[in-house]
Each structure stands twice: as C-alpha cells, then as structure tokens.
C-alpha cells in the first residue's frame, strides 16, 4: 500500500481529523454521498418504525419493534484475495432520527468467526431496550469477510490481510467511519463511544482497550474468546482424553464417552455439589454465587471398598476431577485453567455443561484417544495476532477509558477462571487492584453458560452500568440480573472480589435482600 493510502487508513482508525465536517444536519440519503477515502457506501435508506428483526439464532427472542432510523450499509478496502475471493470489512450503521439520538455511539461486537453483518442493534446486556431504541447511533461489522459455512467457517484465515482484520483491525476502522458518518448526519460528533460484545465480541472489545486505546470510552468484554486455541486444547482434547480413560468400550476397544455418565449418575453428583456449595451465599436456591469459595471435590463421591450404591467409580470422580483441573504439562505447569464447579455444568442445550457431553462436540466427534501431549498441543495452540494478552492499560485508563468484564460461571467453551486470571493481572501492571478498580470491574454470572442460558439470571443491563460510570462516574458495585429460568427472581451480580449475600430476612427472591460481600 502507498504511503498516502496508509496515511488514510491511519487517519481513519484513530478517528483523526474526520474528511467530511457537515455545519447543518444532512438527510440519509447524503450520507450515500460522503466521500471517505476507501468507504464505498452501498446503501443509505430512511427505515420506518415498526420493523421487528428475526432472532439471531433458534430460541432467541425477537427484536423489535425498533424506532425510525438510517440505516447506512458499506465496505472499507474492498478487494480481490487469496483465489480471487472478493474480501472487504462490510458494516452496517443505524442513525435514530435526529430528535431521538442521545449523543452517544455505541458498536457491538461479533460472535464465532464472524463474516455476517448483523443488523445493528446494541441488543445484548443493554436492558430491556437495545441500544438502538434507547438513542444510540449503533454500528457493526463482519470484520472483513463472508461467512460462507456457518458461524464458525475460519476458511478466510487463508488470507493475510482478512486474518488481519478480524483478529484485531476491522473493528476500529469501522467504528472510525462510524463516527465520521455521525458527525455529518448530526452535525457534530458523538459525545461518547461504547463498544459491547461477548464471546468473539468479548474478545474485540479486550483488543480495542489494548491496541486502539483512544477510539471507545466504554467497553464491556463478556465471556471473552481470549485464548481460543488452548480454550480448544482444553474442551476439545484434554477434557475428552480425561473422559475417555474412565469411558465404557466397544467392541473395537474404543472408548464412548457419552457412556461414562448416566443421569443418575449426573443427578448424584449435582445433589451433591448443591449440597455443599449452593447455600454458601446464605440461601439454597439453585444456585452458587460464591464459586471461589466452593470446595467440592468430585473424590468425596468415590465409592469405598464393598460400595456400589450411591456414589461414583473411583475411575469416574477421577475423571471429572482431571477434566475439570484442566490441562497440565509433563511437569506440571497449567497452560489453561480449570473450569467452576457450578449448577449448569449439567445442562443440556447448543452449549452442553462439561458434566453432559455426548459424542459430538461443537466442532465434531471427540477424540477416542487416551493419551495428549500438552506439550506439544499448547505450542500449536498459541496464536499472539489474535490474543488479547497485552495487560498495560495506562493509556486506555489515563484516557478516562472503562471496562467492565462478565463471565457465566458454567460456560463449557472457555473457562471463567481465564478471564479472572487477567483481571487479576491488570493490578500489576497498572499500579495495584485499588487503581485497577477505578476503571475497571469483573463479574462472574452464576449458572450461565456461554454468553447466556443455563440455569442463570442472564439478563443484565452491563450498557447502561458502563454508561452511568463514564458519564456520570458512578462505579457499578453490582449490576441486577434477572432471567426467564427463575420468573421472579432477582440477584445482584456483585464486582469482584465480592458475590451476593443474602442478609438473612426478607424475601429471598429479591435482589434488595442480598448484599455484596
């Protein structure tokens, strides 16, 4: 690329000097007619109210109806690839009418290995309200190429520059464009940028704090995708490999791993861990909100000599106990944590609890071996270009910059345990917890798995807390969580290091009942 053309493309990112400065605000349609160096804008179009968007994947809800807005659709750097394949960072924006707007720009982030424009909404952990229909401009992206096979289709890793964009550079460019639409539509800029994803999104919202420092205001990184590889090694080889050894035969010796556990035997060891675990926060109500504090060991299930009933093979509490620890090196050295022992890790679903795995993972059959080399697999399985590992956060902080980051105690896919491991490695590195808790905050959602579901209070309003933080600095001590699984009830999700505590009268459904302790 010329010098010139990088010059753009750098002006652009850092939202410098935008090209197009309106003095009056402009009708959609001119926006079709804004020249931004590399932007080819395909379509700008007034969209009634009214209009109800399907849900995103079987079991969602339905959203909508949203209010009247600009919708402005694009393509940064569009251009020929690897095979001739047409690659380009396709986005979308939404600009609610002028008298709606609420100043404020907020992006959302992706899932799996993106290549899907998703309508930009802000719909996830924004309250009962997305984004869009609380007054943000909304922008989103498919970081820089087409899904062709699913949500999980990584074929365009075969192109440099498409790898580049989505592990860490579509996002800022996008939000850079974003912005200069907004400054010509509504004649001056935003006066706040937010940025909420999880998964995937959780990710990119971990790697604009840390390589774009200066382009969000607000971040919230829900159930980050941090270090996908050793996350595959863990769920995908070594928990499988720990199965297996205690798994039934069959006839070819092979082992079957949806054979290990029965139901009764699943129901044995979640009356168990419930047991032990669940009224640690002061009430028995399905659910454990203390899992730091949680000392169930899978062992105290094993069966002792001349019992059968009841309890576990020695082989199968082994078993759970080794998949659960997580995986380990020939000399001992974790490379990717344990998971929680917590109530869905049982659950059935998209996104099945480690304690119910059949045959099939996420990505295919689970291996029948039973041996790993960790060794070897965590050498392969470590990609910096896309790991948000980076834990200097200054300038992002010294910017005035906040981040909020949540994580479902039972995700099966990647264990809460690594994203505390990184908030706790931000004290360090920027001079103590007590500074760190100035701009940032963690929270560990009870129950949940992979970015929701599960026997959990998954909805929360992370936007609005992250909001009120920037804006107004008000710190989000708790964030109130509630959830379709328990009609009724409430729960404060509490900042780290604290959980929920029930103070011991009043209704135990109320979230006014419990404090952070």
């Known amino acids: 690329m010329k010098r010139s053309k990088l010059l753009i493309v750098a002006m652009t990112v850092l939202c410098i000097a935008p090209t197009a400065r309106a003095e009056s605000p402009n009708s959609c349609a001119d926006i079709a007619n ?21 849900p995103p994947y079987p079991g969602a809800p339905t959203t909508g109806p949203l209010p009247a807005h600009c919708r402005v659709d694009g393509v940064i750097r569009r251009r020929k690839g690897v095979d001739g394949e047409e690659f380009g960072v396709g986005f979308a924006v939404a600009l609610p009418e002028k008298a709606a707007w609420n100043g404020d720009f907020m992006m959302q982030g992706g899932g799996g290995g993106n290549g899907v424009v998703a309508y930009p909404l802000g719909a996830s952990y924004s309250g009962e309200k997305s984004a869009l229909a609380q007054g943000f401009a909304v922008a989103s992206t498919d970081t820089g190429h087409k899904a062709k096979n699913g949500g999980f289709d990584f074929n365009f890793m075969r192109d ?20 200069q639409f907004i400054a010509t539509y509504y004649a001056k800029p935003a006066s706040h940028s937010y940025f909420v994803g999880c998964s995937t999104g959780g990710r990119e919202g971990m790697i604009l704090s840390q390589r774009f420092p200066t382009v969000f205001d607000g971040i919230v990184s829900g159930d980050p995708a941090m270090r996908t590889g050793l996350s595959n090694l863990a769920i995908g080889k070594w928990i499988p490999v720990a199965y297996n050894q205690a798994a039934p035969k069959d006839e070819a010796g092979k082992p079957q791993i949806e054979r290990l556990l029965s139901d009764n035997d699943r129901k044995m060891f979640m009356d168990a861990l419930m047991k032990k675990c669940d009224a640690r926060d002061g ?20 069966c002792k000599a001349g019992q059968s009933e009841g309890c576990l093979s020695p082989e199968k509490s082994g078993a759970i106990k080794k998949a ?12 990717y944590p344990g998971f929680l022992y917590d109530a869905g890790i049982a659950s059935a679903g998209f996104a099945p609890g480690l304690l119910a795995m059949g045959k099939n993972g996420i990505f295919g059959p689970y291996p029948t071996a ?12 470590s990609d910096p270009l896309v790991e948000p590992a980076s834990t200097n956060l200054s300038t992002f902080s010294a910017n005035g910059g906040k981040i909020l980051f949540f994580h479902g105690d039972s995700d099966p896919w990647f264990s809460p345990l690594d994203t505390l491991h990184y908030y706790q490695s931000l004290a360090p590195a920027n001079g103590g917890a007590d500074k760190v808790a100035e701009w940032s905050r963690m929270f560990l959602v009870p129950g949940m798995a992979h970015c929701g579901g599960g026997p959990a209070l998954d909805h929360f309003d992370m936007l609005s807390a992250l909001v009120n933080w920037v804006e107004k600095g008000t710190a989000p001590d708790s964030v109130l969580a509630t959830g379709q699984r328990f009609p009724g009830r409430s729960r404060p999700l509490c900042a780290y290091p604290k959980h929920a505590q029930y103070v011991g009268s009043g209704d135990s459904e109320d979230a006014r009942n419990f404090r952070c302790q």
């Open 34 to 54: 804004l020249k931004i160096a590399g932007v080819e804008v395909t379509k700008a179009a007034n969209v009634p109210p009214g209009i109800l968007i399907p």
């Open 160 to 179: 440099q520059q498409a790898y580049l964009d989505f592990a860490y550079q579509a996002n800022a460019e996008v939000a850079g464009v974003a912005k």
């Open 283 to 302: 009430v028995a109500d399905g659910m454990i909100f203390d899992p730091l504090g949680c000392d169930f060991d899978p062992s105290e299930l094993a």
């Open 324 to 335: 659960f620890a997580g995986p380990k090196n020939a000399y001992g050295t974790q490379v």
């Open 370 to 381: 039973t041996e790993i080399d960790v060794d070897k697999e965590a050498l392969q399985d």
